[in-house]
């Protein structure tokens, strides 16, 4: 009975090693093709662009975007003065300001501002793919960046967010071009089975496996490079602070993979750099403590944001706008995951497909498990992969603790809306879709060799088998819901997270009528703002004590 298993298993095996071997034939035939990586990034990242502005083109505005508009529609002076004392820096603004100075007072047009920063980041985040783990995978990730339904959603909103998405995913990208050229911290290698050495033996035992694009010889690049990178991420920081100041989240998972990174060099280059500076342990010990000095790059950042910092202590100490008060429970957690899976919370969606969405976490939970068990990966890989998963996981966790903490200080009021996760979305969809590629990329090794045929045990096997198909499954089926969900999400309309509902002020205006004897009254300064660009022709006059909170619109 065990033979005849055997024999099934072997033969299921075979059978599948075969489609996956032609499979890798092709993909390797594209990498000898060096212009299939950029064309298919471009294709991509056009496809992202026109989806997302074909889903927001006809789409009413809401409260967030109108109050964007009503700022960019004053005067330089003014905008920056009400800026001051929002609760937003004003990078976004200034930006939004000169496009809207282009293309006119068009709607659809002045989407396509962050429909275009959508495009931009999802070539980035490739780039950034193929700098982790090789340009084969990073091919495979594209078709769940490009119908990342959540990234969509916020890509034609008339808000910051597609904006510090791509400040985020490039400062990402920067700092890992600065880290793997840092001769003191990690290195990127020739292929998945190099590695290139830290300060001889310290290099070696960093245990960091580069890409199979990024060839680096072993003196390394010039000093006057690795600054360059450091500068631009740097610089990138400080962008980022001033366009959203949920991106200090990202700076700081960036700060706590730096700083293990560190600890992890330090340690185990203890010994090698006492050899190579045997006659002088004390100039062998600080070298180990200048591989902080990346610290200094975050000074740096500091310094370039000086400027806005009084602005920032005023805002945080009188905001201009009511604070969010929503809480960060358990089904908030699962809105958020349904939210980046189909694009609406858990409550709106059916039971069939939250129970897709569970068979989804399994098979990634399965993967990792014999990525990490098995050592199916190599040590950069796997590192990069944490890097990835880190950068969503990370940053919720601390909205979550600070949510918590102030609920327990504000009697129930919490802090977070589900639109703050646009933020990490790009992250969300990088690590998903990197963990079913290498999955599916994945070939049994043993002993350092790749064992093929018929020498290749019925362990191995078994093992290469159900690796790659709960990665090819579980892939195509999230891409179908991801699919599914930009099809629900085009459909309804420009949900809102919030309240649940969709806008319709501009369907309003089409039908509703405005004059000096038929004024229109606006229940709440929300339902005003989001109304006002529509009537943007029309003189606002608030009516003491008539209205609660109302105000009327007149010609």
Sequence with gaps: MNDTNDFVVSRCAMSFHTIHAAARRLLARSERARWIFPVCVAIAASLATILSFLMGRNQSIWFDEGYSLLICRRSWQDMLALTAVDVHPPLYYAV????????????????????LFLGACIAVMALLLR????????????????????ALRFGYELRMYSLASLISVFGTYALLRAVDDSPMLAVAGAGADKSIRVDDGARRDAGLMGNDDATVSGKGQTERYRLRWWVVYGVTVALGMYTLYLTALIWGTHVVWLAW???????????????????????????????????????FSVV??????????????????????????MAQMASIYSAMMVGLPEKNIPAL????????????????????FRRLLTVRSLSMLSLLFALFVFPLTLMALYSSVKELIMNGSGFFSIRYCSLLCMFFYAALAATFALGATHYEKSGGACVRG???????????????????????VSLAVLAGGV??????????????????????????TCSRKHPVVAVDEYTYIEAAYYYRDIIVSMIPGMYRNGAVMRR
Excluded at 305 to 315: D, E
């Design 96 to 115: 939004l300001k000169l496009w809207m100075g282009l293309v006119g007072g068009d709607v659809p047009l002045m989407r396509l501002l962050g429909c």
């Design 131 to 150: 700098r982790m783990f090789g340009r084969r995978v990073a091919l495979l990730c594209l078709p769940a960046l490009v119908v990342g339904v959540f």
């Design 261 to 299: 990174l560190t600890c992890r060099v330090v340690r185990r280059s203890r010994v090698s750099l006492l050899l190579v500076d045997c006659h002088n342990g004390r100039e062998a010990t600080s070298k180990r403590y200048w591989t902080w000095r990346w610290i200094f790059v975050y000074v």
């Design 304 to 329: 370039l944001y000086t400027p806005w910092m009084p602005f920032l202590l005023n805002q945080m100490s009188h905001p201009g706008l009511p604070l969010v008060t929503r809480q960060l429970n």
């Design 353 to 372: 497909v939250s129970l897709i969405l569970l068979c989804i976490v399994t098979g990634v939970a399965v993967l990792l498990a014999e990525f990490h």
């Design 454 to 476: 018929n020498a290749m045990s019925v362990d191995g096997m078994t093992v290469e088998l159900r690796v790659r198909l709960i990665s090819v499954v579980a892939y195509a």
């Design 487 to 512: 099809v629900s999400l085009w459909s309804i309309g420009n949900f809102n997270y919030d309240s649940s509902s969709v806008p319709a002020s501009r369907q309003l205006r089409s039908q509703i």
